[in-house]
Protein backbone atom coordinates (compact mmCIF):
# COMPACT_ATOMS: atom_id res chain seq x y z
CA UNK A 1 0.00 0.00 0.00
CA UNK A 2 1.37 3.28 -0.96
CA UNK A 3 -0.46 6.10 0.67
CA UNK A 4 0.42 9.76 0.53
CA UNK A 5 -0.45 12.02 3.68
CA UNK A 6 -0.93 15.39 2.80
CA UNK A 7 -3.54 18.42 3.95
CA UNK A 8 -7.15 18.59 3.40
CA UNK A 9 -8.15 21.08 0.75
CA UNK A 10 -11.43 22.05 -0.68
CA UNK A 11 -10.93 20.70 -3.89
CA UNK A 12 -11.52 17.31 -1.38
CA UNK A 13 -14.74 17.90 -0.01
CA UNK A 14 -16.85 16.00 -2.30
CA UNK A 15 -14.66 13.14 -1.69
CA UNK A 16 -14.63 13.63 1.91
CA UNK A 17 -18.42 13.92 1.79
CA UNK A 18 -19.06 10.26 0.65
CA UNK A 19 -16.82 9.12 3.35
CA UNK A 20 -18.43 10.73 5.99
CA UNK A 21 -21.98 9.44 5.13
CA UNK A 22 -20.47 6.10 4.55
CA UNK A 23 -19.05 6.31 7.99
CA UNK A 24 -21.59 7.85 10.27
CA UNK A 25 -25.12 7.80 10.80
CA UNK A 26 -25.46 11.60 11.86
CA UNK A 27 -22.45 13.12 10.21
CA UNK A 28 -20.62 16.12 9.83
CA UNK A 29 -22.32 18.77 7.35
CA UNK A 30 -19.77 19.91 4.28
CA UNK A 31 -19.95 23.40 5.97
CA UNK A 32 -18.59 21.86 9.14
CA UNK A 33 -15.77 20.31 7.35
CA UNK A 34 -15.03 23.76 4.85
CA UNK A 35 -14.95 25.53 8.10
CA UNK A 36 -12.30 22.96 9.99
CA UNK A 37 -10.38 23.54 6.82
CA UNK A 38 -10.10 27.17 6.77
CA UNK A 39 -9.35 27.38 10.26
CA UNK A 40 -5.57 28.17 11.44
CA UNK A 41 -6.22 26.13 14.68
CA UNK A 42 -7.19 23.14 13.07
CA UNK A 43 -4.73 20.44 11.48
CA UNK A 44 -6.83 18.43 8.47
CA UNK A 45 -5.05 15.38 7.22
CA UNK A 46 -5.94 12.94 4.19
CA UNK A 47 -4.65 9.94 3.40
CA UNK A 48 -4.87 8.86 -0.51
CA UNK A 49 -3.43 6.54 -3.12
CA UNK A 50 -3.42 7.10 -6.75
CA UNK A 51 -4.77 10.02 -6.00
CA UNK A 52 -8.04 8.88 -4.28
CA UNK A 53 -8.81 9.67 -0.55
CA UNK A 54 -8.97 7.15 1.48
CA UNK A 55 -9.47 8.45 4.81
CA UNK A 56 -9.08 11.66 6.89
CA UNK A 57 -8.16 12.85 10.28
CA UNK A 58 -8.97 16.42 11.78
CA UNK A 59 -7.96 17.17 14.76
CA UNK A 60 -8.54 21.21 16.40
CA UNK A 61 -6.33 23.08 18.70
CA UNK A 62 -7.63 24.39 22.25
CA UNK A 63 -6.42 25.84 25.47
CA UNK A 64 -4.82 23.20 26.75
CA UNK A 65 -5.46 20.25 24.23
CA UNK A 66 -5.58 19.13 21.00
CA UNK A 67 -9.26 17.88 20.36
CA UNK A 68 -9.15 15.05 17.52
CA UNK A 69 -12.43 15.99 16.00
CA UNK A 70 -12.74 13.24 13.33
CA UNK A 71 -11.31 10.62 11.96
CA UNK A 72 -12.87 8.15 8.94
CA UNK A 73 -11.87 5.90 7.00
CA UNK A 74 -14.49 4.75 3.07
CA UNK A 75 -15.36 1.43 4.36
CA UNK A 76 -13.75 -0.37 1.71
CA UNK A 77 -10.86 0.25 3.03
CA UNK A 78 -10.41 -0.19 6.61
CA UNK A 79 -8.71 -2.80 8.41
CA UNK A 80 -5.74 -1.53 6.53
CA UNK A 81 -3.80 0.41 8.83
CA UNK A 82 -5.06 3.72 6.98
CA UNK A 83 -6.50 5.27 10.52
CA UNK A 84 -3.24 4.55 12.59
CA UNK A 85 -1.29 6.28 9.64
CA UNK A 86 -3.44 9.48 9.96
CA UNK A 87 -3.30 9.17 13.57
CA UNK A 88 0.37 9.28 13.93
CA UNK A 89 0.67 11.91 11.17
CA UNK A 90 -1.58 13.98 13.21
CA UNK A 91 0.52 13.59 16.24
CA UNK A 92 3.57 14.06 14.27
CA UNK A 93 2.16 17.76 13.14
CA UNK A 94 1.33 18.51 16.43
CA UNK A 95 4.27 17.50 18.58
CA UNK A 96 6.01 20.63 18.29
CA UNK A 97 3.50 21.96 21.02
CA UNK A 98 4.20 19.54 24.01
CA UNK A 99 1.93 21.59 26.63
CA UNK A 100 -1.35 20.34 24.61
CA UNK A 101 -2.61 16.79 25.20
CA UNK A 102 -5.15 15.55 22.91
CA UNK A 103 -8.50 14.43 23.81
CA UNK A 104 -11.93 12.93 21.96
CA UNK A 105 -14.89 11.18 21.97
CA UNK A 106 -15.85 8.02 20.58
CA UNK A 107 -19.21 5.98 20.72
CA UNK A 108 -18.95 3.41 23.29
CA UNK A 109 -19.92 0.96 20.65
CA UNK A 110 -17.37 1.69 18.54
CA UNK A 111 -14.81 -1.04 19.64
CA UNK A 112 -12.40 -0.54 16.91
CA UNK A 113 -11.76 2.95 17.03
CA UNK A 114 -11.33 2.61 21.24
CA UNK A 115 -8.56 -0.02 20.60
CA UNK A 116 -7.13 2.24 18.21
CA UNK A 117 -6.77 5.24 20.51
CA UNK A 118 -5.70 3.12 23.10
CA UNK A 119 -2.70 1.87 20.96
CA UNK A 120 -1.87 5.39 20.79
CA UNK A 121 -1.98 6.10 24.45
CA UNK A 122 -5.33 7.36 24.80
CA UNK A 123 -6.94 6.51 28.02
CA UNK A 124 -10.62 6.36 28.76
CA UNK A 125 -11.33 9.38 31.15
CA UNK A 126 -15.09 9.85 31.61
CA UNK A 127 -18.48 9.42 29.65
CA UNK A 128 -21.20 11.98 27.91
CA UNK A 129 -24.05 10.45 28.51
CA UNK A 130 -26.49 10.50 25.26
CA UNK A 131 -23.82 12.40 23.11
CA UNK A 132 -24.45 10.81 19.55
CA UNK A 133 -27.47 12.81 18.73
CA UNK A 134 -28.48 10.30 16.27
CA UNK A 135 -29.58 7.57 19.10
CA UNK A 136 -28.36 9.08 22.33
CA UNK A 137 -25.40 6.59 22.40
CA UNK A 138 -23.07 7.37 24.82
CA UNK A 139 -19.09 8.71 24.25
CA UNK A 140 -16.31 7.65 25.79
CA UNK A 141 -14.29 10.70 26.65
CA UNK A 142 -10.46 9.94 25.99
CA UNK A 143 -7.05 11.56 26.66
CA UNK A 144 -3.78 11.45 25.80
CA UNK A 145 -1.38 12.98 28.15
CA UNK A 146 1.09 15.93 26.33
CA UNK A 147 4.37 13.83 26.02
CA UNK A 148 7.14 15.10 29.07
CA UNK A 149 9.64 17.68 26.55
CA UNK A 150 12.29 15.62 27.99
CA UNK A 151 10.84 12.23 26.23
CA UNK A 152 10.22 13.95 23.05
CA UNK A 153 13.27 15.56 22.41
CA UNK A 154 15.20 12.13 23.38
CA UNK A 155 12.46 10.54 21.06
CA UNK A 156 13.92 13.15 18.50
CA UNK A 157 17.60 12.68 18.84
CA UNK A 158 17.23 8.81 18.99
CA UNK A 159 15.58 9.31 15.19
CA UNK A 160 18.52 11.31 13.84
Avoid: Q
Amino acid sequence: MRLDVRLLELRDLDAIEAIERASYPAGWSRSMFASELAKPSSVCLGAFERGRLLGYAIVSRYVDAWHVMNVAVAPEHRRRGIASVLLARVLEATADDPRRGYTLEVRVSNVAAIDLYERFAFRRKGLRRGYYTDNREDAVIMWRDPEPASAAASDRTAEA
